[in-house]
Nanobody
Framework: QVQLVESGGGSVQPGGSLRLSCAASGSIGGITAMGWYRQVQGKQRELVATITSGGSTTYADSVKGRYTISRDNAKNTVYLEMNSLKPEDTAVYFC???????????????WGQGTQVTVSS
């Protein structure tokens, strides 16, 4: 069993910054990629940023230049540094991992429980 636990959400004024963290734990065999998605109520979950085990990153156009994703492989943890936040960044942010377990070598998708980010004056 694998768990992803997020932390770091909250409320901030426009132009402010927040840092999200997500730690993977459990019977982890290997982690291919980790990332962040976000969802506004009534809308589809959308990709924010991903990072592979080798350090390759992908960003949504809407966050390029403002968000930075990073990863500590030794700690099985992924971070999302969010700067110059805008009201339209308000959403529930979900951590994602493509992970294999000690028991099963095939990777599958795991999700965290979500953390609320609110950008408002």
């Amino acid at each position: 069993q694998v768990q992803l636990v997020e932390s770091g959400g909250g409320s901030v004024q426009p132009g402010g910054s927040l840092r999200l963290s997500c730690a993977a734990s459990g019977s982890i065999g290997g982690i291919t990629a980790m990332g962040w998605y976000r969802q506004v109520q009534g809308k589809q979950r959308e990709l924010v940023a991903t990072i592979t085990s080798g350090g390759s990153t992908t960003y949504a156009d809407s966050v390029k230049g403002r968000y930075t994703i990073s990863r500590d492989n030794a700690k099985n943890t992924v971070y999302l540094e969010m700067n110059s936040l805008k009201p339209e960044d308000t959403a529930v942010y979900f951590c994602h991992g493509r992970i294999s377990t000690v028991q099963v070598a095939t990777t599958r998708d795991y999700w965290g429980q979500g953390t609320q980010v609110t950008v408002s004056s």
